[in-house]
């Protein structure tokens, strides 16, 4: 039988080239624009400096070429060519804004045009067209300066010809992020472009629709992705501007959607100004988070209970975040990680506690490992993950996220002294039938985090399936581990006989772990992953290890601030500014 998402995945390919094709046709001469959005797009000042001289990190990989231009390198892989034909390091370039950098910019640009313009290559499609015309859009004044008219005849028939592409291709972009996309750039362009007015108001009530369908009442996503979210909202924020710069009216549904999303961003939002890391989604670009929700002008706070599936917890300076829900299931599961329960800690300008995060950018292995339960401050079994990997479509390489937890339920309530979430799921029930519930209470001052990890066989039919996998141990008991992932910042070392871990943070603040005494406790090597490096970060994690041999196992622990540690502390140890790190 053939895979129907495998002949969807090359029918749209197919749709593509073709309407490429026609569009590259079209011979519309555009010379100008009817109005043009105040850029928005927000660059790097370092990364553009990088890219002037030669040096090119995409998607994790980087390329010290300063005698070639951007055209002439050979993509490693597909996310390496959609970060060079999205163009969003026009906006790095545009940040330096001096000449060389105009005319890398410009080299590039017509560069492009010269080599795909006629429908060629792989960024031809309605995601990457739309992240492309947005910025080609935002930096027309600065790539258009001292450029002779028939270059400039050039970039209008191209924005021209990528427009009457997205106009027919937009609906073949996937639902969510590159949906948000396409049609953001499609509105960008028919709103600024001669000639191209009337694509406008189809864009307009499509994202409308979009908006509906894909932001829930939560002002969430179906991926459950921090990052995801807030490269949504931006679109979203961007195109209603660009809306009200042209003097049009932004739909109702557009506008709900923009507030229902910030608040869930503040509730996502960590300590230091962060985005949690969790199902595929990094920290953000410094800066990004608060600017956005500045721009968006909504003044709602965090909502009460879950956001986007998630539980929040904070006092003090310090934050903490809980994956609280079941993961993302079915298409929205591609970059879905096994986190149910995992928590992220971060006390001022410090993270302390997180999760590994995403390896996707250094290759397929470490992309698994990152997406497995052992790679999140959480509980796992046996070497278990509380989901797994179905097999990988063919095409798309697309490896959805089966068999995880569907019953997750949670409560936060104030307490005498903090306040407490308490959550559960049956993750686990299938293959040793444990629920594994969870309790974190942070006090009211944040200076303290007590937690308890539980692995219960809740009925008969859990207590036999139990008792299958003891049998299966040979009455060994079943292995647990309790594992705390540590930022690379930190400075962690075992004391008290191994009691417990003293962590020293580069504020000055020291933190505490400790335990019942009940499990063995080690201090391990763990890894820290994230785009901007050209390797994983080496760290280390706090590990809890032990045997469940009954029908209930208790486990209790707390982070704490070391009493001589100041209520407030002034954080002033700048943070390493390079761009290009390999540590």
Not at 146 to 172: A, I, M
Not at 265 to 273: F, T, Y
Not at 477 to 487: M, N, S, T
Request: with cysteine; proline share 4%.
């Amino acid at each position: 039988m053939i895979n129907l998402t495998r002949l969807n995945t090359r029918k749209a390919r197919l749709l593509n080239l073709w309407h490429a094709w026609a569009a590259t046709r079209t011979r519309a001469r555009v010379t100008g624009f009817v109005s043009q959005p105040e850029p928005r797009t927000i660059g790097s000042f370092a990364r553009g400096r990088q890219l002037v001289a030669g040096n090119y990190l995409f998607a994790g990989t980087l390329f010290h070429e300063p005698d070639k231009g951007l055209w002439d390198l050979e993509a490693p892989d597909n996310a390496y060519a959609a970060e060079l034909h999205g163009f969003a390091w026009l906006d790095d370039l545009a940040a330096v804004g001096d000449a060389p950098s105009r005319a890398a910019a410009q080299t590039w640009l017509w560069g492009w045009i010269s080599a795909f313009g006629r429908g060629r290559g792989p960024g031809w499609t309605p995601d990457l067209t739309g992240r492309r015309l947005i910025r080609w859009i935002n930096h027309a004044i600065f790539v258009l300066r001292g450029v002779e008219s028939d270059d400039s005849h050039k970039f209008y028939r191209s924005l021209v010809q990528q427009t009457q592409f997205l106009s027919r291709r937009w609906r073949g972009a996937a639902p969510g992020l590159p949906r948000f996309e396409a049609l953001t750039g499609l509105i960008y362009a028919g709103l600024s472009l001669e000639g191209q007015e009337t694509l406008a108001d189809p864009a307009i009530k499509a994202l409308a629709r979009e908006c509906v369908r894909q932001i829930d009442d939560q002002g969430g996503l179906p991926t459950r992705n921090p990052e995801e979210l807030l490269a949504v909202f931006t679109l979203l924020t961007w195109a209603a501007a660009a809306l009200s710069d042209a003097g049009r009216e932004t739909p109702k549904e557009h506008l709900a959607a923009i507030e229902r999303i910030a608040p869930t961003l503040r509730s996502l939002r960590h300590a230091d100004g962060a985005l949690a890391r969790f199902h595929g989604g990094g920290r953000g670009a410094e800066g990004w988070l608060d600017h956005a929700l500045a721009a968006s002008g909504v003044r709602a706070g965090k909502p009460d209970g879950l956001a986007m599936g998630f539980a929040r917890l904070s006092a003090g300076r310090t934050s903490v975040i809980v994956d609280a829900a079941a993961p993302p299931a079915d298409a929205a599961s591609g970059n879905a990680h096994a986190s149910t329960l995992a928590f992220e800690l971060t006390s001022g300008r410090r993270p302390v506690v997180v999760n590994c995060g995403s390896g996707a950018s250094f290759g397929l292995e470490w992309r698994r490992a990152g997406r497995a339960t052992p790679s999140h401050s959480t509980l796992s079994l046996g070497g278990y993950s509380n989901a797994r990997l179905d097999t990988a479509d063919r095409d798309t390489g697309v490896e959805a996220l089966i068999d995880g937890p569907d019953h997750v339920p949670v409560e936060i309530n104030p307490v005498n002294d903090g306040t407490q979430f308490q959550g559960g799921h049956n993750g686990y029930i299938h293959s040793h039938g444990l629920t594994h519930a969870r309790t974190l209470e942070l006090t009211l001052d944040g200076r303290g985090l007590a937690g308890e990890d539980m692995l219960l066989a809740l009925d008969d039919a859990d207590k036999r399936q139990f008792d299958r996998a003891m049998d299966v141990n040979q009455l060994k008991g079943v292995q647990f581990d309790i594992r705390f992932h540590l930022h690379p910042d930190i400075d962690a070392t075992l004391d008290l006989g191994g009691a417990a871990v003293s962590m020293a943070l580069k504020s000055g603040e020291i933190w505490v772990f400790r335990h019942d005494g009940s499990y063995e406790l080690t201090l391990e090597p763990g890894v820290y992953l994230e785009t901007t490096r050209l390797k994983p970060r080496a760290a280390q994690q706090i590990v809890l290890s032990g045997l469940a041999f009954s029908y209930a196992t208790r486990v209790r622990w707390s982070l704490s601030k070391a009493q001589e540690t100041a209520i407030g502390v002034r954080d002033l140890q700048m943070d390493d500014p390079r761009t290009l790190k390999d540590d």
